[in-house]
């Protein structure tokens, strides 16, 4: 075991942590929320991304807006509190990276398909917009960024002498990488293991900038 010495957080380093703290919620509040109550979604086949398509899409597309810049504000909270521990460099520039991408996520609308929105032909659209396979790219590094996390901070908390957070941190990446895989097979309901991965992984972030930021 290694004796892990956060740093001291002043008042802008609790209020970034902050930032990690709130994305995760926020994301998923909204998110489901739409899911559950926009005409035709069906989180079973439709992916969180198309959600930014229709009349209603702005809702999602400042929704990944907002939470990769809150993402972005904690990974620099948990740069500050980490330096000098292990997993204490890489980690928050995955999780920094991950904002970026969620936020360009946002910027690079997914395409329509599969009956979302309302009315949009049912079945794969036969050729992706630029925008959509830049949507694609970023949502990739996206999700790497935030499963590598997940297991950066697993070794910070093995090295820290916390195994319960040391396992749940390596659990929560495990899900997601599971949840991608799924759904990037084609498997049934990929949508929806998706979805939970993410949000399960986005959670865990948040239970980290929580715990550093009451250590601190």
């Not at 400042?62 to 460099?89: E, Q």
Request: with cysteine; net charge positive; aromatic share 8%.
């Amino acid at each position: 075991m290694t004796t892990v010495q956060l740093h001291t957080a002043t008042p802008a380093t609790r209020t970034l942590l902050a930032g990690s703290i709130v994305a995760a919620p926020l994301f998923a509040v909204v998110s489901l929320t739409q899911a559950f109550t926009r005409e035709g979604f069906d989180l079973l086949r439709h992916p969180i991304s198309m959600l930014s398509t229709g009349d209603l899409g702005w809702l999602q597309i400042a929704n990944f807006l907002v939470s990769g810049a809150l993402t972005v504000a904690g990974a620099i909270g948990l740069r500050r509190v980490l330096r000098g521990t292990p997993g204490g460099t890489w980690a928050p520039r995955l999780i920094l990276v991950n904002g970026v991408a969620m936020a360009a996520a946002g910027v690079f609308v997914m395409d329509p398909g599969d009956g979302f929105p309302a009315g949009t032909p049912l079945g794969q659209t036969g050729t992706m917009s630029w925008q959509g396979v830049m949507h694609m790219v970023a949502g990739s590094i996206a999700f790497t960024a935030l499963i590598a996390a997940c297991f950066v901070l697993g070794r910070h908390y093995s090295r820290a002498g916390r195994p319960g957070f040391a396992a749940a941190s390596r659990l929560a990446g495990l899900i997601f990488a599971f949840g991608d895989g799924w759904a990037m097979s084609g498997g049934r309901a990929g949508s929806l293991t998706l979805c939970v991965g993410a949000i399960t992984a986005m959670v865990w972030i948040a239970v980290v900038a929580a715990d550093k930021r009451a250590r601190s």
